[in-house]
């Protein structure tokens, strides 16, 4: 075994990770679709769903323990006599061991997927409730109602379909996420307040807290994007 076949199997399983947490978007996005299907945030579905996040992480933390072993015991290795090489493979598995020892169920509920999986499902229901509340009040005028389902999907600053919109809580206004933060970092940079980009909006002093990432307006924008045909990055 060599040190170099050694770092080409590390960047494999390192490469493997991002499969992985790939895959934890996806189950995330459909826990989301159950939620918004079924109106609740306890079904069955969604505990079975909960359940393949927690061994996504699981795996995820094998990786991490098994590429730190690997990574601890090649570089004590490498200021050892060339026959050090020859346990090279007893070293790692007693250290891999030893840190795999050290993980529990706390820490696979910590891995940031599953934290952030549990968030947008209580975020999308809470969301999903006062959605419910201000369309119940729209139906009062149906013109305002169309013109708003046309117009919402719209980033003020980019001036075409959000990503990752989010609203702020203050003057309730949505931006593409990425968008709203380059401005708002920028300003900051030159020590100016951000004013609202939104046209007519009094609001003069835009801050990073006041965003927040709004999971039925993006779900809104992605239906709508799957219905004309078009691909969502």
């Known amino acids: 075994m060599s040190l170099s076949s050694v770092q080409s ?17 996806v189950v995330s996005d459909v ?7 079924e109106g609740t945030t306890d079904s069955p579905a969604l505990k079975k ?7 996504c992480s699981e795996l995820d933390r094998e990786i991490n323990c098994f ?39 706390a820490d696979l509920q910590r ?12 975020k ?15 139906e009062l005028d ?7 389902s046309q117009t919402n999907f719209i980033c003020p600053l980019t001036q075409v379909d959000m990503v990752n919109p989010v609203k702020n809580k203050k003057c309730h206004h949505y931006f593409d996420q990425d968008a709203i933060l380059e401005m708002i970092r920028a300003k900051h940079r030159h020590k100016k307040k951000c004013r609202c980009p939104k046209v007519g909006c009094d609001n003069i002093d835009v801050q990073e807290s006041d965003l927040e990432l709004d999971f039925v307006m993006k779900r ?5 994007k799957r219905q004309s045909g078009k691909t969502f990055t």
């Open 9 to 25: 199997t590390l960047s494999n399983l390192k490469s493997c990770q991002g499969d992985i947490e790939a895959y934890m978007d």
């Open 31 to 37: 826990a989301l679709g159950i939620v918004e299907a």
């Open 49 to 55: 769903l909960e359940k393949m996040m927690l061994q």
């Open 67 to 105: 590429v730190g072993s690997v990574e601890e015991m090649t570089a004590q290795v490498r200021h050892q006599p060339p026959d050090a090489m020859f346990n090279l493979r007893v070293s790692v598995k007693d250290r891999f061991s030893q840190l795999m020892a050290g993980v529990s169920d």
């Open 111 to 122: 891995h940031s997927k599953v934290i952030a999986f549990k968030e947008s499902i209580r």
């Open 124 to 138: 999308y229901a809470m969301q999903a409730s006062q959605a419910e509340t201000e369309n119940e009040e729209e």
């Open 142 to 148: 149906d013109d305002i109602a169309v013109t708003q």
């Open 220 to 224: 809104k924008i992605q239906s709508q």
